[in-house]
Structure formats: structure tokens, C-alpha cells
């Protein structure tokens, strides 16, 4: 079974330009995340799809930050624009939520790693 | 709001020694906790987790983790550790009965095996 794909891996741009990660879950699962994690730190949220609705982008910086998953399965996320303090490695996590169950675990991505200069 | 600590950031062991990683947690409710792993090079993928039951969670490659409710602690433990164990240890943490509960990541623990 292939895992969560993430594209690109790598990316280096000027600040102030956009720049776009692209997401294709596991086939199936109903529940994307996208995280952030800067340089030594762990993963933080940044928004939770369940289906096709946002269920929770209270950590998105919404003035440059924006994310979509269309029909319910690939997601992208854009920055615009993108400024230095964005460098970090922007993660993908799906899970297959089930009523009931307090938890569904995530699988993760291999992640994009953002590099603002 | 729930947080997550983990104390060591960097641990340099010799294989066959004894691992042991600290975390803690604040939050007064039910938890959900886990620990994921980051092997270079690779996708974070998750080591074990405890829900309920038996506090003593046994995880894949002879890990375990011991959920200590008194002193908000899950601490991760190996008997022996290999080389192959170096990567990076998230402890993270949810609010039980929720689903919808995002998870909340420690900063994470390098650890490093000298062959």
C-alpha cells in the first residue's frame, strides 16, 4: 500500500515570492493534516481536513496561508508570500477516522522542506 | 493548553546500553500518549501509544513506555539499544474521548548509537 506522497521534497525560493506543497493521502482515509515543524522542534498543526471541510485552522497564518483539499483526497497548501521565518519542513499526515475511537493514528509524509532565502 | 517536555535533547549511547527518554506532559484530563520515531531519512512513524488499560505499552524493536498518571510522565525505555535505533524521539500527547483532539508534539530527542 503506498504511503502519503508529498511533492516537492525540496524547495528554495526568494522571499516574498508563493510557493505550493502538494499532498496525496493514503487512499481511503477521510482525515489530512498538514504540520509544521521548523529546526528542532516537533510537528505543530496547522490545519485538519475531515473530508473536504477544515475542521480546524486555528494555527494557519491566515493573512499569507491557504489550503485546499478538493473532493476529499489530494491537498495543497500555499504561502503568499513566503518570508524567511517560513523555512522549515512542512509535513502531510492522513488517518482513517472511525466514529467511536478516541484515537485514528496518522501516517505521515516524507515532508517538503522550505528554504526561504 | 497541553504541553509536551522532553528534557534531553541530545542522548549518545553505546549499543547494548539501556535507553531511557524522558517526557512529560501537562494536562489534568483523560490523555492519549505516544511516541513516534524519525529514523534518517525517513517518514515519522509512530513507536507505540497508550490509551487505556495496562500503563506498561509495549511498542515495536523492543520498546516500551511506562505512563506514570502521579507524575504526568510516559518515559521511553529500551533494555539495549543497537545502533539501527539512532533517529529522532517525539513523545506527543492528545485529549482522550476526542478524535477530533489535535496532537501535541514534544521538541524531540536525538539520540545517537556508537557502534
Known amino acids: 500500500e503506498a504511503g502519503v506522497v508529498q511533492s516537492p521534497r525540496y524547495k528554495i525560493i526568494e522571499k516574498k515570492q508563493p510557493v505550493a506543497f502538494w499532498c496525496n493521502p493514503i487512499s481511503g482515509h477521510n482525515t489530512l493534516y498538514w504540520y509544521r515543524q521548523n529546526l528542532g522542534q516537533g510537528p505543530e498543526l496547522l490545519i485538519r481536513?475531515?473530508?473536504?471541510?477544515?475542521?480546524?485552522d486555528s494555527q494557519l497564518p491566515k493573512d499569507r496561508f491557504s489550503a485546499e483539499r478538493l473532493k476529499g483526497v489530494d491537498s495543497t497548501l500555499k504561502i503568499q508570500p513566503a518570508e524567511l521565518g517560513d523555512s522549515a519542513v512542512y509535513l502531510c499526515a492522513s488517518s482513517l477516522d472511525l466514529a467511536g475511537r478516541s484515537y485514528n493514528e496518522q501516517f505521515f509524509g516524507p515532508g517538503t522542506r522550505l528554504t526561504v532565502l | 493548553a497541553q504541553s509536551v517536555s522532553q528534557h534531553n535533547h541530545h542522548v549518545i549511547l553505546s549499543e547494548a546500553a539501556s535507553l531511557e527518554l524522558g517526557c512529560n506532559y501537562s494536562?489534568?484530563?483523560?490523555?492519549?500518549l505516544f511516541w513516534y520515531v524519525q529514523y534518517p531519512g525517513q517518514h515519522l512513524q509512530l513507536l507505540l501509544k497508550?490509551?487505556?488499560?495496562?500503563?506498561l505499552v509495549k511498542g515495536i524493536k523492543g520498546f516500551e513506555a511506562e505512563f506514570i498518571k502521579s507524575k504526568f510522565s510516559f518515559n521511553l525505555r529500551k533494555p539495549s539499544v543497537q545502533w539501527s535505533d539512532t533517529a529522532e524521539y517525539f513523545c506527543?500527547?492528545?485529549?482522550?474521548?476526542?478524535?477530533?483532539?489535535?496532537?501535541?508534539f514534544g521538541s524531540g530527542t536525538r539520540l545517537s548509537i556508537r557502534p
Open positions: 494536562y489534568g484530563g483523560t490523555v492519549n
Open positions: 506527543a500527547v492528545n485529549e482522550g474521548y476526542s478524535s477530533a483532539s489535535k496532537i501535541i
Open positions: 497508550y490509551f487505556s488499560g495496562d500503563p
Open positions: 481536513y475531515e473530508n473536504e471541510e477544515a475542521v480546524d
